[in-house]
């Protein structure tokens, strides 16, 4: 049980145009779901947390305008990358809070982005 | 702020090897919880094990086993007989509640030679 479905696994885009990145908890509710980026070699960043009904709350230093997140269902959270440049590139990581299963938390298995 | 850091950015042993990857943490919070991840090169997060603040008490699983030291606010983590499958990258994290964010150390890559 709880499993984060999240797609694309892998996406090539062109610099301008926008990327929508699903997250979706299969078989539980997720009133909250986390979006976090990680560059290569790097650790991940917390970019925003989503919380089903209402707006996101974005960490420092991330362009709410630029990664539109939407939390529309209890299943369902999606990132919107808009106007994508290369340096949007970067593997994108949801993970949804569930009060049962790995104490709550549950990963979804990546999105990388490429910007070309 | 929290903060979780993992100073060993890539450590390589031969098979069979032990290995230990050491994390600190800090927080103001009386009540935490630490966690590792295993994250293959594919990806994903592969939970390990979460300690909350007031087990102190040491874990192993297999060949894996977990030290926490509030005192040194440290939890570190022992691969015993290392094998080729255990080569991936390991993360420290850190969460001040049940389900809240995590914040993660900058990583330590694991490489097993065989």
């Known amino acids: 049980g709880a499993v984060v479905s999240q797609h694309p696994s892998r996406v090539i885009c062109k610099s301008g145009t926008s990327v929508k990145i699903e997250c979706r908890s299969l078989?539980?509710?997720?009133?909250?779901m986390f979006w976090y980026r990680q560059f290569p070699k790097k650790s991940l960043m917390l970019m925003a947390t989503s919380n089903e009904g209402s707006k996101a709350t974005y960490e420092q230093g991330v362009e709410k305008d630029k990664f539109l997140i939407n939390h529309a269902s209890l299943t369902l959270s999606t990132l919107t990358v808009t106007s994508a440049h290369p340096e949007d590139s970067s593997f994108y990581i949801c993970?949804?809070?569930?009060?049962?299963?790995?104490?709550?938390?549950?990963f979804g298995s990546g999105t990388r982005l490429t910007v070309v | 702020a929290q903060k979780v850091t993992q100073a060993q950015t890539e450590i390589s042993v031969v098979e069979k090897e032990d290995v230990t990857l050491d994390c600190v943490y800090e927080?103001?919070?009386?009540?935490?919880?630490l966690f590792w991840y295993k994250q293959p090169p594919s990806g994903e997060l592969v939970f390990l094990i979460r300690r909350n603040s007031f087990d102190e008490q040491n874990e192993i699983s297999g060949r894996y086993s977990w030290n926490f030291q509030k005192s040194t606010s440290s939890f570190n983590f022992t691969i015993t007989a290392s094998q080729v499958v255990d080569s991936a990258v390991y993360f420290c994290?850190?969460?001040?509640?049940?389900?809240?964010?995590?914040?993660f150390g900058g990583g330590t890559r694991v490489l097993v030679k065989p």
């Open positions: 927080t103001r919070d009386t009540t935490y919880y």
């Open positions: 994290a850190l969460s001040k509640a049940a389900g809240n964010k995590l914040t």
């Open positions: 078989d539980f509710q997720a009133t909250t």
């Open positions: 993970s949804a809070q569930h009060h049962t299963t790995n104490y709550g938390y549950t």
